[in-house]
């Protein structure tokens, strides 16, 4: 059982930067798979990164503008976001499951999800 909590969203203008965060407790962190998703209303959430132990894996959507990194003293998982584009609004959610050997870019994956935070991107 993990709790998961995101902060960090926000509004910035196309070409920005920010940076979301995803504490985690309950579990030791280094054991777990981590995720972020987004998602537009009207539409399934859509993976954005993952990482475990031992791997990351971002898709091509976001690959070399977005970077994941783990603290595991903090227990806490950050998405650096640069080069932001309005494509990239929408609500961004953690998610956690007890580690396995890949990164599972698949909402139904996980069973553990935060609350979300808002990302706004403007034009």
């Known amino acids: 059982q993990v709790q998961l909590v995101e902060s960090g969203g926000g509004l910035v203008q196309a070409g920005g930067s920010l940076r979301l965060s995803c504490a985690a407790s309950g579990r030791t962190f280094s054991t777990i798979t981590m995720a972020w998703f987004r998602h537009v209303p009207g539409k399934e959430r859509e993976f954005v990164a993952g990482i475990n132990w031992r791997f990351t894996d971002l898709p091509d959507s976001v690959k070399g503008r977005f970077t994941l990194s783990r603290d595991n003293a903090k227990n806490t998982v950050y998405l650096q976001m640069n080069s932001l584009k309005p494509e990239d609004t929408g609500v961004y959610f953690c998610?956690?499951?007890?580690?396995?050997?890949?990164?599972?870019?698949?909402?139904?994956?996980?069973?553990?999800w935060g609350q979300g935070t808002q990302v706004t991107v403007s034009s």
């Open positions: 998610a956690a499951r007890e580690s396995t050997t890949a990164v599972i870019p698949a909402q139904t994956f996980y069973d553990n």
